[in-house]
């Protein structure tokens, strides 16, 4: 949802380390790019597409200056044109901005604007930003007065970056629903949309709060809230590594994502104290709500499942989009488990602000100091490290894990507890599927239709496969109780439409199995998992992917949906997509 940056640099030139910042944050837009650096005028280049395409257009020595920003964009308002891409400029080129979110009053803001002479080059709602300020300041006012009236004026979210030739030599960003960190290097400040923008500079960051500015100078950093009061920020030591952020060697950063999936369940399971310790301190509830969006909600279903079977306790799940109409029954006798791997999610956060007013909340979470964190009364860190990939992969194991540990530790469930601390070996078994999926990849890639099917935990599983292959390969994928086929959706099934059947030891077993024979008696074609040992599924399915045999279905979730993001991965592959920046699709939403 558009990445933004800026910098002030003490000896070095800015557009390379831009260009290289807002490459980091390449999975939250991608679909155009700009930089402006300001030295005695500020230059911009902008066009529409990929950083690298824009990088071997450029020439970096035109754009001279130790102080910049740059942004990387997903469009909401005004297609992906050079015009509509960041900065955007006031009447006279002294004012730059980007900016992630978006304006809701812009149309009402620019008539106004346009009344009074400004000029607009482009279909956005970020240009009124500029004329704002460029108004403000023709009245004298300063650039952080002119910036702090502009915030009185604009409905919407919004993290900005904004430098101005009256100003030389500041920078200044300012929050409000749309995350925005300061980095602090030496003699060196930053300003990012997420942390991995900055880690190759610095360790040290300041996570900005709703309604905060931030003023970078060269020599320090002044945070001020929307009044102009001066507060007091901690700066926390961030522990994830450049390399972490790079791809290492794999040609897709989905790829080493999917790879890393034990290792990030290792370190999840690391939490298992600090779970111990929040399952004491949580009040009594009687009720789960657990809300989420896309992979995420994906996870929470997968929780409701657990908390019913281990707690018996009557558990909701409500996509985050839908909480404000269906959200009813939450009491203070309730524990509202918001689900998100960026902490970001617009939507999440929007729920997550009613629960607090009636509920106990809790926000499961990846990424350290975002929203989400901040927001919630309690938390609990996935510490899957940074996830590049737009597609959910090693994150999503990383949320199960937690959600495991923390209905286990709740139901005082200490049998399942060491299965769980044995995932990372099953998920390694899962792993050594990969070069029999990349070849059923090779004989599916040209498939139109996909069915995934399973019942009790392996539904969740199956509605993420599909996600996944929708996502990457542009393929319809649909994810279905398996016992739910027969009302409806049978009538799609023939020899064109695949069936992915996700069959692991269990209760539901055997009627997944028939709901197998079904559809291969319409003469679907049959990929199923399943353990490696299961003779019944291995004597109808067409292709059968075996392993930890085991692995019953409570537990399966894990495992399980390793080979559905290989079988996406290699379909997307043969397709010559770019599976790490699938089209329409961004990382971090931050629009509802
Ligand atoms: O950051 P979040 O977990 O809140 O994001 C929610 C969804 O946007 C996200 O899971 C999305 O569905 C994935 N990119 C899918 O792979």
């Given at each position: 949802m558009c990445g933004i940056v800026g910098?002030?640099?003490?000896?070095?030139?800015?557009?390379?380390?831009?260009?290289?910042?807002?490459?980091?944050?390449?999975?939250?837009?991608?679909?155009?790019?700009?930089?402006?650096?300001?030295?005695?005028?500020?230059?911009?280049?902008?066009?529409?597409?990929?950083?690298?395409?824009?990088?071997?257009?450029?020439?970096?020595?035109?754009?001279?200056?130790?102080?910049?920003?740059?942004?990387?964009?997903?469009?909401?308002?005004?297609?992906?044109?050079?015009?509509?891409?960041?900065?955007?400029?006031?009447?006279n080129n002294r004012i730059a901005v980007v900016h992630n979110g978006i304006i809701e009053n812009f149309k009402d803001l620019r008539s106004e604007l346009e009344d009074s002479g400004h000029k607009f080059s482009s279909d956005t709602d970020?240009?009124?930003?500029?004329?704002?300020?460029?108004?403000?300041?023709?009245?004298?006012?300063?650039?952080?007065?002119?910036?702090?009236?502009?915030?009185?004026?604009?409905?919407?979210?919004?993290?900005?970056?904004?430098?101005?030739?009256?100003?030389?030599?500041?920078i200044i960003g300012v929050r409000k629903e749309s995350p925005l960190i300061v980095g602090i290097g030496e003699d060196e400040y930053f300003l990012a949309s997420d942390v991995p923008a900055v880690l190759n500079h610095t360790d040290k960051a300041i996570y900005l709060d709703n309604r905060e500015m931030?003023?970078?100078?060269?020599?320090?950093?002044?945070?001020?809230?929307?009044?102009?009061?001066i507060i007091s920020k901690k700066i926390h030591t961030i522990d994830w590594t450049e390399d972490m952020a790079k791809k290492q060697g794999y040609n897709h950063f989905m790829l080493k994502e999917i790879h890393e999936q034990p290792d990030a369940v290792k370190n999840t399971l690391r939490e298992e104290s600090e779970i111990r310790e929040l399952v004491k301190k949580l009040p009594n509830f009687n009720k789960v709500c657990f809300v989420a969006c896309g992979t995420s909600y994906h996870a929470s279903l997968v929780g409701k499942y657990l908390f019913e079977s281990i707690l018996e306790m009557p558990t909701d799940v409500i996509l985050a989009s839908e909480f404000e109409?269906?959200?009813?029954?939450?009491?203070?006798?309730?524990?509202?488990?918001?689900?998100?791997?960026?902490?970001?999610?617009?939507?999440?956060?929007?729920?997550l602000k009613i629960a607090n007013k009636k509920s106990e909340t809790l926000a499961i979470v990846n990424v350290i100091g975002s929203s989400a964190t901040r927001e919630a009364k309690h938390v609990i860190y996935t510490r899957a490290g940074p996830e590049i990939g737009v597609a959910a992969t090693k994150t999503y194991v990383s949320q199960l894990t937690s959600i495991y540990l923390l209905a286990l530790l709740l139901g005082g469930n200490e049998d399942?507890?060491?299965?769980l601390k044995k995932m990372p070996d099953y998920m390694e078994q899962s792993l050594k599927k990969e070069d029999q999926i990349k070849e059923i990849a090779?004989?599916?890639?040209?498939?139109?239709?996909?069915f995934f099917i399973g019942r009790g935990f392996s539904f969740p599983?199956?509605?993420?496969?599909?996600?996944?292959?929708?996502?990457?390969?542009?393929?319809?994928?649909?994810?279905?109780?398996?016992?739910?086929?027969?009302?409806?959706?049978?009538?799609?099934?023939?020899?064109?439409?695949?069936?992915?059947?996700?069959?692991?030891?269990?209760?539901?077993?055997?009627?997944?199995?028939?709901n197998m024979e079904e559809v291969k008696s319409r003469?679907?074609?049959?990929?199923?998992?399943?353990?490696?040992?299961?003779?019944?599924?291995?004597?109808?399915?067409?292709?059968?992917?075996?392993?930890?045999?085991?692995?019953?279905?409570?537990?399966?979730?894990?495992?399980?949906?390793?080979?559905?993001?290989?079988?996406?991965?290699y379909i997307s592959v043969e397709r010559n997509i770019d599976p790490d920046k699938p089209k329409n699709l961004a990382k971090c939403v931050t629009v509802e």
């Open positions: 910098c002030i640099l003490k000896d070095k030139e800015s557009a390379p380390v831009l260009l290289e910042c807002v490459k980091k944050l390449e999975y939250r837009g991608y679909d155009s790019v700009g930089i402006a650096t300001s030295d005695k005028e500020i230059r911009i280049k902008k066009d529409q597409g990929k950083i690298d395409d824009f990088r071997k257009k450029i020439d970096l020595n035109e754009l001279p200056g130790k102080m910049g920003i740059a942004h990387v964009r997903w469009a909401t308002h005004g297609l992906p044109t050079k015009e509509n891409a960041h900065p955007h400029t006031d009447c970020t240009e009124i930003i500029p004329h704002l300020i460029e108004s403000y300041m023709a009245e004298g006012k300063s650039l952080e007065e002119a910036i702090r009236f502009a915030t009185r004026k604009i409905k919407g979210s919004y993290a900005l970056a904004i430098m101005s030739l009256d100003e030389p030599g500041i931030v003023i970078l100078d060269g020599n320090k950093v002044t945070i001020k809230d929307l009044d102009g009061e109409y269906s959200s009813g029954g939450l009491d203070e006798n309730t524990l509202v488990i918001l689900i998100s791997q960026s902490g970001e999610t617009a939507d999440t956060l929007k729920a399942h507890l060491k299965t090779k004989r599916y890639k040209n498939t139109w239709d996909f599983t199956a509605m993420e496969g599909a996600l996944k292959l929708k996502e990457i390969t542009y393929i319809h994928g649909e994810g279905y109780a398996a016992g739910e086929l027969k009302h409806g959706p049978l009538a799609l099934i023939d020899d064109d439409v695949p069936v992915v059947a996700v069959i692991p030891p269990g209760h539901s077993h055997d009627k997944t199995l028939s003469k679907a074609r049959i990929i199923a998992l399943g353990a490696d040992n299961d003779e019944d599924i291995i004597s109808e399915a067409h292709e059968f992917i075996g392993f930890a045999p085991d692995i019953d279905e409570m537990l399966s979730p894990i495992p399980y949906v390793i080979p559905l993001q290989l079988l996406a991965y």
